[in-house]
């Protein structure tokens, strides 16, 4: 399993660690993911979601996940989160 958020596609990113003698090695910083389910309201069911801390935030600061969904970027989700973005439009647009 990649570690990388579904959602916004956040992924691990280098650096260096620097020590007092200003020394630098070679260091990883990961995204801090989560498992979540999130419910859709126009589709009525859920879905789980590897996520970052920071897309659940954006999510409910943008009213839940359709609404996510609706202003995300397609190149930026996984296949699955575009699946599901899909399908909440298509419903959208049939109601």
């Known amino acids: 399993m990649s570690r990388r958020c579904e959602l916004t ?19 990883r910083f990961l995204p801090n993911l989560n498992d979540v389910t999130l419910a859709s309201e126009t589709l009525g069911r859920s879905f789980k ?3 970052s801390a920071a897309a659940l935030r ?12 609706a202003k995300a970027k397609d190149t930026d989700l996984s296949p699955a989160a575009l699946k599901v ?5 298509k419903a959208q647009a049939a109601a």
Do not use: P
């Not at 650096?15 to 260091?27: E, L, P």
């Not at 973005?85 to 439009?89: D, P």
């Open 9 to 27: 596609g956040k992924g691990v990113m280098t650096g260096n660690n620097v020590s007092h003698a200003n020394n630098k090695t070679k260091r």
């Open 49 to 51: 979601f590897r996520i």
């Open 58 to 69: 954006t999510i409910d600061h943008r009213g839940g996940l359709d609404a996510f969904m």
């Open 85 to 89: 973005k899909k399908e909440i439009a």
